[in-house]
DNA sequence: TTGTAGGCGTTATCAA
DNA sequence: TTGATAACGCCTACAA
């Protein structure tokens, strides 16, 4: 309960050098052997740890990067925070992780806190449409990067993966495969991965003039109680599609889940790609064909990109980073 | 980029009031109405916001906690998180959210950069059995709460739950239902939940007068791909089990995909119950028994008892707080 | 009720 | 190379 503050004066106390030379001594200035070692000496017998509030006061400059993502139960998320870390570890940054369990009000409170704690930078993935918070932070000179979405009009650097084209291919298999009945199943209405992923799914169809059912386009939650209902919303279908697409990784799982619940054979009764997580993929019977997003790839992206306008530099902003996904079809799917 | 901080100075300017009437403006003192009009308006139109680090530095307290774990893709600490924060929310506190990666010495890092962002208090689910760093900040007044196992011999205040019971009544049940080669797939070796759900199982056999057999336990790795694997060991035993206790929520999400690749029929030859997440149980079919954690009971009182204890009031401390976990029996496990 | 002054711990500037 | 001093923005005695 005793608080004890061990300060740059103890150390000069014990030391006798003044202030300043000791506060060199801690960012890295010239001095003299003897001081130098004097000086580490006393702040390891003391355990001095320079205060870092003071210190961002001083310079407002806290090393320290905001992340603010929608929730925390989603493995994109989590897992793409996890490879960031690393980066930003490295590079002496700490992290503040946020999330606004999916509530815009929440978002908002959560954008200012992190600016009140006076973050270097601000790395998030937006829930709500509305920018005012973000633009805010970015004009006061901390620099914003957006993932997995954008937000027009709010001109920001910006890492996503390119969700047309990926759910274009994984479509375009199944219609290689001799597939027209095609489900889908995507996230949230109106939200931009959902309409990309969306896109994709139309274009394919519409390039090879197969005819558009919208009973076959399901919207779920982007968890796996969804993914479990509209699997089976759609195979209750009296027309049933020979083939689904899933759009993200919960809904996967809760659709394999159904699929099994309704013992239904994939391939022979029908084909499956999921998306994400390719451990998955190898874990199930029959291997399962999957759309993959570069997850680590993009927290790498991300964190190198944001400690690159931390450091000052602003070129080629607003950078827009798409990286590509990969897919692997494997026994889920079946040439029909 | 322009740096454009308002401070106390600018309204100070603006209205022509003195630093500490402003002051005393913002935290609630006491001041002509007239006064108090004036000041509301100058900081409204200037967007003034006192900056938290230089009242971090002048107060020592930052209303803010810190939350560390060991990953980010587990259920049931992101769960616990977000009940948590919600409390801590309505009482004006931010949270700063920190993973370690699974890794001791990441998760020391972490701690003292908690500890060096000056959190008033800090709710952990230690990786590592090494409690310096907590220590260190308790001992300096910062307040410690750990969720999930106890840190022998560091005293501590401790939220967990009542794994050993928890254990021993799923085990009673499947054995009242008439089994007697019963499996647990359990988490990593030399865990605390690991040991203490272990015990139940042992206790429960012991107690029933039926005999262990090794081969019949498993140690995974709390995610999904181990619980797909262990299952699946399981299964291939010549002297295969009746029924199987799996220990967490990930595990249970893998054992269940296995039992479905490999066309178990559950109950009829393979009794089942799982660990967390109610929701999941309604979703699989037949519908699963689960042990359940209460996570968002546990998020809330670790939340209030830090509160206390960042309140100044140290009463029963430590505090070890144990709750009860709830039981469903449902069609995944038969009588035989 | 309001104002003055000093300090929280650090660092940057400038002089020695 | 080292040291004195003045900030960073806020809050709290204490005095008026």
Redesign the interface.
Known sequence: ?????ITILDVQKKTGYSLSTISKYLNGGNLREKNRIAIEKAISELGF?P????R??RN?K?R?VGVLIPS??N?FS??I??AM??VL?KNEY??????C?ENAE?EA?KTQ?LI???VDGIITMPFSLDSTHLALAQK??VPVVIIDRMLSPFECDVVLVDNLNASYCAVEQLIIGGHKRIGIICGPQNIFTTEERLKGYLRALDDYYISLDNTLIKFGDYN??SG??KLTELWSLENKPTAIFVTNYEMT??A??A????SIDVPNELSIIGFDNI??SA???PPLSVVSQPMEKIGEVVAKLILKRMNGD?SDFPQILRLKTEMEIKASVKKI
């Open positions: 309960m005793i608080k004890l503050a740890k205060n870092q509030i003071a961002g006061l407002s806290t320290t925390l139960s493995l989590t897992t925070i996890t870390e690393k570890q700490g992290v503040i992780i946020c999330d369990g929440i409170q806190f009140d704690k006076k006061s000179g796996i109680e479990y209902e799982i809760g394999i889940m699929i099994n619940s309704l451990q998955l874990v199930v019977k602003n």
